[in-house]
């Protein structure tokens, strides 16, 4: 089994209160989690209204295929004209962790 996290720092562009960038962020997430079965959540930065942090965790037998739906995700978000990916880590959990 393996298991990847995604971690999306993320910059918003013309977005001036908090309401507003929930309209932005939450139809982003749920297109994510439609697309690619995924666990995904706004993660960070929840009282910064130009920032958002997105989570997304994947498990499944091959660490291949984590690792493809983890770049089609960060992919996604990056084609979105009103984000600005600062940041992208990823971090892994598999079979010889203990």
Known sequence: ???GALELDL?????GSIKEKRSVV?????EIQRKYAVSV??????DLH??????VAVVAADAGHVT????????????HPEFQVLSA?????????D
Not at 26 to 30: C, G, S, T
Not at 41 to 46: I, K, Q, R, V, Y
Not at 89 to 97: A, M, Q, Y
């Open 1 to 3: 089994m393996y298991v």
């Open 11 to 15: 910059l918003l562009g013309d977005v």
């Open 26 to 30: 939450r139809p982003v997430v749920a």
């Open 41 to 46: 959540s706004e993660a960070g930065h929840l």
């Open 50 to 55: 130009r920032r958002a942090l997105i989570g």
């Open 68 to 79: 493809d739906v983890l770049d089609h995700c960060e992919r996604l978000v990056s084609s």
């Open 89 to 97: 880590r990823t971090r892994w959990l598999g079979p010889h962790d």
